[in-house]
């Protein structure tokens, strides 16, 4: 797991235009980009499911457990963890303040949705760059 650096992190934060994609069954090919709401809390970015556990993309991000997102201009290849217990109360609030106003708020933070949450962290990618001439690391 790595950290996200903190300026696009706060790019992040910022915007309501976050597309998930998490990997397809086999494992290389991203699915149709969904857009979705995010929301950042002590340094880490978390998305729900609006549908809940139901939800496609939901259910494939946990399944694949990686895929990519992109927000802000920025697209990065990122890891799911799903997120159960105390940080629940933190991320209902974050949502409360980037997303006040919204009828959608309600159902975001109800317990449907709030079942589906999951962390989203950046995932280091080894490129054909990263290899020695003799394509052994």
Known sequence: MSAWPKDELGKIAETNDLHIAPFREDGKTYGTPTWIWSVVVDGALYVRAYNGKNSSWYKAA????AGRITAAGIT???TFESVD?????SIDDAYRVKYHGS?????????????ATIR??????RT??????????
């Open 120 to 125: 989203v962290q950046p995932r280091k990618v």
């Open 85 to 89: 217990g105390l940080m629940q109360k």
């Open 76 to 78: 990065r290849e990122v």
């Open 103 to 115: 009828p959608y708020l309600k159902p975001m933070i109800g317990v449907r949705a709030r079942s």
């Open 62 to 65: 946990l399944r694949q457990n």
């Open 128 to 137: 054909s760059m990263s290899k020695t001439p003799t394509g052994v690391l």
